[in-house]
């Protein structure tokens, strides 16, 4: 059995699968993957739990299967979080330094990211992350390490991402009620684009887009750090809850539809060919139009990629994703979708699978899974920065921006 | 939509040839208004199954589509009928189509001839390769529920048979109308909008144009959009003619003083004037137009004909594809199947067509008379079932429900 402190899970409560992937944590601090245990979800929809039986349940089912398969007892976990309540915006701290010889000291920094944070949010959210980017003196931008330095004032930007706090509870508390104790929250988007993204590339900026069951997140890198984050509440439910009213198929149906015929665009040889539905003594029930079929999942596929670029057009980041798009979850199985992307964003798009973790391959290459390794990431690169600053204060609220925007 | 530098000379590419039909007996008086010498290169057909009807009509060509079994009383208002006889004689109405590039299809849908003969003419004149667009009026309210369900059916099935669909209400005209306007002069009025409707697209579509309109740009805009689709021809002529057609147009009963233009989702503005027409013109008449349609997506085409001298003609369709959002979206689905109304997962099917309902939606500002029939509207809102999202948070997205399948959402037609 391993010493506890090495063992890091990451777990994640997703509306199509929960998903448990158990990290060891090496001497050297890198991560290695030693267990992964997944169910299928029934108690979620759009990334927010509907029914906590079930999702007890298939919680058990899964950290269960993990444990098994790392052969650890699993205590605690860094567990993703995901909804369309979720926001992310940036704020800007400002602090004047006000000692003699004007240089900025380790206080003077303190109390500009306490200012950042004091942000009006509605009384029921919470904060889940409020990362740092730069600073800036002055009115000069870009500076990473102020302490030293000389100037009148500081400032500093932060990306502060939050939801609603009685839904974020919700999966704390049902996780607790497991037995388990909760680490940390930490935003499935962010999750993803550490699983997915080098450093090299958050440096060159990068969009990471997870497809998932109900929801989609993305995030925007650039410059090292986090620069956009959001959720849209539509994922591959809906695209199987569109093939279902479109092809007048039973959902179940549609679901094995998509999976074993569904692309993001029309394939030329899909004109004209039609696909037969059998019952379980092999009478046809039903024919179906495979191009309709294509249709109607490149039309919801490419919304959901025409909504985010949209969004990051008016942002103004467009032009910074130099690194190209990244895409994980289930959603980035769909056939064509790197095309579609490409279409829509006019840039490099690259079906991502977790870089920078060592451990099962066979869980790795998946881009399902990103999410769940990310999460182990974090916690890894949590882990590490606790053992340098043992006073690092624990909860949600804790400052991670350091960690995240540096890692 | 195609820029061409200069005018074509008479040497250009040969006009489209363009066939009238008009069927039924309202079909008949919507063709008898046509038969302007501005229309002369177009060939005139009118269908009946009334042999007196169509004794009267002054169009060169008549079909009379006769049964023995009905023994010369016409499909006696009865769009069974009407359209089992247009069937029996599909070869007859197909060759009459023979050569057409065009074929404008004009009829009061209600009654038995109209309502029955319309869709197959649609596809006979689809199938001899010539484009169809439908002009059709809708009953009045008052005409009974029969011809209301009967029209509705028979729009249905237009609007699967022909490229596009153009149709006015006719509940509309009681905006257009006071108290002592008789019976008559309110037919007459409904047909003179319909014709001014047609006149408008004819010119567009025949009067060479610098800015040139595509039938395939009208087409896809009228194409899945008929839920509500308005339309308004205006002139005017002097030296304030641009401003005075843009106050006209504003004032238009049809457009709901421009408040139609503000709501629908796709415009075509077409303008057609003599040779003095000025770029400034048509930038003050765009200008304006774009200020009123807000997110519209603009067609916009320009016409210059020398015998119009002074005058200026402006043409305005506006399609919108749903009342009420994503609720209204659920129209759609219906056209490409006009048999089967009702929704996945044993919803329960609208006993009348959505479109019906939306079409009343937006009269509800007009003074309610002692005639007007009382018809429980039926809220749109349960029309389009979500699926599994039904009971869950909807995903709001700048006011669009994003669980709401997207090709209906964008009336992406599928048959």
């Not at chain 2, 089992?84 to 007859?92: I, K, P, V």
């Not at chain 2, 009208?218 to 839920?227: I, K, N, S, T, W």
């Not at chain 2, 308004?232 to 003083?257: I, N, S, T, Y």
């Not at chain 2, 937006?362 to 009971?391: C, E, H, N, Y």
């Given at each position: 059995?391993?010493?506890?402190?090495?063992?890091?899970?990451?777990?994640?409560?997703?509306?199509?699968?929960?998903?448990?992937?158990?990290?060891?944590?090496?001497?050297?601090?890198?991560?290695?993957?030693?267990?992964?245990?997944?169910?299928?979800?029934?108690?979620?929809?759009?990334?927010?739990?509907?029914?906590?039986?079930?999702?007890?349940?298939?919680?058990?089912?899964?950290?269960?299967?993990?444990?098994?398969?790392?052969?650890?007892?699993?205590?605690?976990?860094?567990?993703?979080?995901?909804?369309?309540?979720?926001?992310?915006?940036?704020?800007?701290?400002?602090?004047?330094?006000?000692?003699?010889?004007?240089?900025?000291?380790?206080?003077?920094?303190?109390?500009?990211?306490?200012?950042?944070?004091?942000?009006?949010?509605?009384?029921?959210?919470?904060?889940?992350?409020?990362?740092?980017?730069?600073?800036?003196?002055?009115?000069?931008?870009?500076?990473?390490?102020?302490?030293?330095?000389?100037?009148?004032?500081?400032?500093?930007?932060?990306?502060?991402?939050?939801?609603?706090?009685?839904?974020?509870?919700?999966?704390?508390?049902?996780?607790?009620?497991?037995?388990?104790?909760?680490?940390?929250?930490?935003?499935?988007?962010?999750?993803?684009?550490?699983?997915?993204?080098?450093?090299?590339?958050?440096?060159?900026?990068?969009?990471?887009?997870?497809?998932?069951?109900?929801?989609?997140?993305?995030?925007?890198?650039?410059?090292?750090?986090?620069?956009?984050?959001?959720?849209?509440?539509?994922?591959?439910?809906?695209?199987?809850?569109?093939?279902?009213?479109?092809?007048?198929?039973?959902?179940?149906?549609?679901?094995?539809?998509?999976?074993?015929?569904?692309?993001?665009?029309?394939?030329?040889?899909?004109?004209?060919?039609?696909?037969?539905?059998?019952?379980?003594?092999?009478?046809?029930?039903?024919?179906?139009?495979?191009?309709?079929?294509?249709?109607?999942?490149?039309?919801?596929?490419?919304?959901?990629?025409?909504?985010?670029?949209?969004?990051?057009?008016?942002?103004?980041?467009?032009?910074?994703?130099?690194?190209?798009?990244?895409?994980?979850?289930?959603?980035?199985?769909?056939?064509?979708?790197?095309?579609?992307?490409?279409?829509?964003?006019?840039?490099?798009?690259?079906?991502?699978?977790?870089?920078?973790?060592?451990?099962?391959?066979?869980?790795?290459?998946?881009?399902?899974?990103?999410?769940?390794?990310?999460?182990?990431?974090?916690?890894?690169?949590?882990?590490?920065?606790?053992?340098?600053?043992?006073?690092?204060?624990?909860?949600?609220?804790?400052?991670?921006?350091?960690?995240?925007?540096?890692? | 939509m195609n820029l061409q530098p200069e005018i074509p000379g008479p040497?250009a590419?040969?006009k489209?040839?363009?066939?009238?039909?008009?069927?039924?007996?309202?079909?008949?008086?919507?063709?008898?208004?046509?038969?302007?010498?501005e229309?002369?290169?177009?060939?005139?057909?009118?269908?009946?199954?009334?042999?007196?009807?169509?004794?009267?009509?002054?169009?060169?060509?008549?079909?009379?589509?006769?049964?023995?079994?009905?023994?010369?009383?016409?499909?006696?208002?009865?769009?069974?009928?009407?359209?089992?006889?247009?069937?029996?004689?599909?070869?007859?109405?197909?060759?009459?189509?023979?050569?057409?590039?065009?074929?404008?299809?004009?009829?009061?849908?209600?009654?038995?001839?109209?309502?029955?003969?319309?869709?197959?003419?649609?596809?006979?004149?689809?199938?001899?390769?010539?484009?169809?667009?439908?002009?059709?009026?809708?009953?009045?309210?008052?005409?009974?529920?029969?011809?209301?369900?009967?029209?509705?059916?028979?729009?249905?099935?237009?609007?699967?048979?022909?490229?596009?669909?153009?149709?006015?209400?006719?509940?509309?005209?009681?905006?257009?109308?006071?108290?002592?306007?008789?019976?008559?002069?309110?037919?007459?009025?409904?047909?003179?909008?319909?014709?001014e409707?047609?006149r408008g697209v004819w010119q567009l579509l025949t009067r060479p144009g610098l800015i040139q309109v595509h039938?395939?740009d009208l087409?896809?805009?009228?194409?899945?959009?008929?839920?509500?689709?308005?339309f308004a021809f205006v002139e005017a002529a002097g030296p304030g003619r641009a401003r005075e057609v843009v106050e006209k147009l504003l004032?238009h009963?049809?457009?709901?003083?421009?408040?139609?233009?503000?709501?629908?989702?796709?415009v075509l503005v077409s303008l057609l004037a003599g040779k003095d027409l000025t770029m400034a013109e048509v930038n003050r008449v765009m200008e304006q137009v774009k200020r009123q349609?807000?997110?519209?997506?603009i067609i916009m085409g320009a016409a210059v004909d020398a015998a119009l001298k002074e005058k200026l003609c402006v043409t305005v369709i506006?399609?919108?594809?749903?009342?009420?959002?994503?609720?209204?979206?659920?129209?759609?689905?219906?056209?490409?199947?006009?048999?089967?109304?009702?929704?996945?997962?044993?919803?329960?099917?609208?006993?009348?067509?959505?479109?019906?309902?939306?079409?009343?939606?937006?009269?509800?500002?007009?003074?309610?008379?002692?005639?007007?029939?009382?018809?429980?509207?039926?809220?749109?809102?349960?029309?389009?079932?979500?699926?599994?999202?039904?009971?869950?948070?909807?995903?709001?997205?700048?006011?669009?429900?994003?669980?709401?399948?997207?090709?209906?959402?964008?009336?992406?037609?599928?048959?």
């Amino acid at each position: 059995m391993f010493e506890d402190a090495n063992i890091i899970v990451g777990l994640e409560i997703g509306t199509s699968k929960i998903c448990a992937v158990v990290g060891e944590l090496g001497a050297d601090g890198a991560l290695n993957i030693i267990g992964l245990g997944q169910s299928r979800s029934r108690g979620v929809r759009k990334g927010e739990i509907i029914n906590p039986e079930y999702v007890e349940e298939d919680l058990r089912a899964a950290i269960f299967e993990a444990e098994q398969m790392a052969d650890v007892e699993i205590r605690s976990v860094y567990l993703g979080v995901s909804g369309s309540h979720i926001r992310g915006f940036n704020n800007r701290g400002r602090h004047p330094v006000v000692s003699a010889d004007r240089e900025i000291s380790e206080d003077d920094v303190q109390d500009v990211i306490k200012n950042a944070k004091a942000i009006n949010l509605p009384a029921e959210n919470t904060v889940i992350h409020a990362v740092r980017q730069h600073f800036s003196i002055d009115g000069q931008d870009g500076v990473t390490h102020p302490v030293g330095l000389l100037g009148a004032r500081l400032e500093v930007d932060m990306h502060v991402i939050h939801g609603h706090a009685n839904r974020l509870q919700n999966a704390i508390r049902l996780v607790r009620g497991t037995q388990l104790v909760v680490d940390e929250i930490v935003f499935t988007g962010i999750a993803s684009s550490l699983a997915l993204l080098s450093n090299d590339q958050k440096e060159l900026g990068a969009l990471v887009i997870d497809i998932g069951g109900g929801t989609t997140e993305y995030v925007v890198y650039s410059d090292g750090v986090i620069r956009h984050t959001g959720v849209l509440a539509v994922g591959g439910d809906h695209v199987s809850n569109d093939l279902a009213y479109g092809l007048k198929v039973p959902l179940s149906r549609a679901e094995k539809l998509k999976i074993e015929h569904g692309a993001a665009t029309i394939a030329d040889a899909a004109a004209g060919q039609t696909i037969s539905i059998t019952n379980e003594i092999g009478l046809e029930l039903k024919r179906v139009n495979v191009e309709q079929l294509q249709r109607i999942m490149s039309l919801r596929l490419e919304e959901i990629f025409q909504l985010i670029a949209e969004e990051l057009e008016q942002a103004g980041l467009t032009n910074y994703l130099r690194a190209g798009v990244f895409l994980c979850g289930g959603g980035s199985r769909v056939p064509g979708i790197v095309e579609l992307a490409e279409n829509i964003f006019q840039m490099n798009v690259t079906p991502g699978h977790a870089a920078g973790v060592s451990g099962i391959t066979a869980a790795l290459d998946q881009p399902e899974f990103a999410t769940a390794i990310g999460l182990a990431k974090y916690g890894s690169i949590k882990n590490r920065k606790r053992e340098n600053k043992s006073s690092l204060a624990h909860g949600f609220k804790g400052v991670f921006g350091k960690l995240l925007s540096r890692s | 939509m195609n820029l061409q530098p200069e005018i074509p000379g008479p040497e250009a590419a040969p006009k489209p040839v363009v066939k009238i039909f008009a069927t039924g007996n309202a079909g008949g008086t919507l063709l008898a208004a046509l038969a302007a010498p501005e229309f002369a290169d177009a060939h005139l057909v009118a269908v009946n199954t009334d042999a007196a009807s169509l004794a009267a009509s002054p169009a060169p060509v008549k079909i009379h589509l006769e049964n023995k079994l009905f023994r010369g009383l016409g499909s006696g208002g009865d769009a069974e009928r009407g359209r089992a006889l247009a069937e029996e004689q599909f070869s007859t109405l197909k060759s009459a189509c023979e050569g057409a590039n065009v074929v404008f299809i004009l009829a009061g849908l209600g009654g038995g001839a109209g309502s029955g003969i319309s869709p197959v003419l649609a596809k006979a004149a689809r199938e001899a390769g010539a484009l169809v667009l439908a002009f059709v009026t809708l009953p009045f309210d008052c005409e009974g529920n029969r011809r209301e369900t009967q029209a509705q059916q028979s729009l249905e099935q237009l609007k699967s048979a022909a490229d596009g669909v153009i149709c006015l209400p006719s509940q509309t005209i009681f905006k257009l109308i006071d108290e002592n306007t008789s019976l008559l002069e309110t037919f007459r009025v409904t047909g003179g909008l319909l014709v001014e409707g047609v006149r408008g697209v004819w010119q567009l579509l025949t009067r060479p144009g610098l800015i040139q309109v595509h039938f395939a740009d009208l087409c896809a805009l009228v194409r899945d959009r008929h839920a509500e689709n308005a339309f308004a021809f205006v002139e005017a002529a002097g030296p304030g003619r641009a401003r005075e057609v843009v106050e006209k147009l504003l004032a238009h009963p049809l457009l709901d003083e421009g408040r139609v233009l503000a709501e629908s989702d796709a415009v075509l503005v077409s303008l057609l004037a003599g040779k003095d027409l000025t770029m400034a013109e048509v930038n003050r008449v765009m200008e304006q137009v774009k200020r009123q349609c807000g997110h519209a997506q603009i067609i916009m085409g320009a016409a210059v004909d020398a015998a119009l001298k002074e005058k200026l003609c402006v043409t305005v369709i506006a399609a919108k594809q749903s009342a009420t959002g994503a609720a209204a979206a659920a129209a759609t689905p219906a056209v490409s199947e006009p048999v089967r109304l009702s929704g996945r997962g044993g919803q329960p099917a609208p006993a009348v067509p959505p479109h019906r309902e939306l079409v009343l939606g937006r009269g509800v500002t007009r003074p309610r008379r002692a005639g007007a029939k009382m018809v429980q509207s039926q809220l749109p809102l349960t029309i389009v079932s979500k699926g599994r999202f039904d009971k869950s948070e909807p995903t709001l997205h700048h006011g669009e429900d994003l669980d709401v399948p997207t090709f209906i959402r964008r009336g992406v037609p599928m048959n």
